[in-house]
């Protein structure tokens, strides 16, 4: 039933009411932390007491352009968190099309609960499975004749693919659902076959799902350092340099610098996908 036209100024104040509370949390808990974040990026510390002084310096910054050291991890992290991407669309692609197409009623939901189920597993307990199974001595060697990549950048990919696939499939399939079965029996009706079908079709309008999937799987990716510390051996991305520069150096201001290359990554991406209507579908 429709509201009524006068209604609606009430119905409008009463949700604005209702979500200012949530608003009022983002912007002073996520927006003020970030602008936190960003001030403190511009000063610097006291060399014997380590102590942050809230003294002007653009030497944080500069670090991050100057330093060969810091420039090798962001391109190394940028290229994992791509990689990870790449690798989720393509098991997610043909397995989202599987549950949603060919799959029967009773097997699709299988499937969706077989999808999600290791989202209730532990973080951890799924990383230090994969450590396990890479392990020089592990089942994969065991299997393989002693043949095991071991821990470094590519067991990194293998286990963060692992952990977002998830993300990756659901979008991905939900996608693959919304496409409208008239469109499939036009295209067949019209002898185009299966393959000129998916490409031309199918593709185009599940385009902007996997846009979406890969949202969670770049920035989930990108920010990641417990599986990097985990698998990856010496192996350092961004998160294992600022969690370093943190908790290690103790040098707060270099680690709040170094926490605006994800940062402007993830923005720069999000703008990226925003053209393919991505946004709509996260």
Known sequence: MSVPSTARPGARLRLAALLGPPMVWLVVAYLGSMAVLLVSAFWSTNTFTGAVVPVYTSGNLLALVTDPLYRDVTLRTLLVALGVTVLDAAVAVPMALYMSRVASPRARVALVVAVTTPLWASYLVKAYAWRVLLSP??????????????????????????????????????????????????????????????????????????????????????????????????????????????????????????????????????????????????
């Open 137 to 282: 001595t592990g089942p994969i060697a065991w299997l393989t004749g002693g043949h095991s990549s071991g821990y470094g950048i590519g067991a990194v990919v293998v286990t963060l693919a692992y952990l977002w696939l998830p993300y990756m499939v659901l979008p991905v399939f939900a996608g693959f659902d919304r496409v409208p079965d008239s469109l499939l029996e036009a295209s067949a009706d019209l002898g185009a076959p299966m393959r000129t079908t998916l490409r031309r079709i199918v593709a185009p309008l599940v385009l902007p799902a996997v846009a979406a999937g890969s949202i969670f799987t770049f920035s989930l990716s990108l920010g990641d350092y417990i599986a990097v510390t985990i698998v990856g051996g010496k192996t350092q991305m961004l998160g294992n340099v600022i969690y370093g520069q943190l908790i290690t150096a103790n040098d707060q201001p270099l680690a709040a610098a170094l926490s605006l290359v994800p940062l402007a990554a993830i923005v720069i991406y999000l703008l990226a996908m925003r053209r393919t209507g991505a946004l709509e579908n996260v």
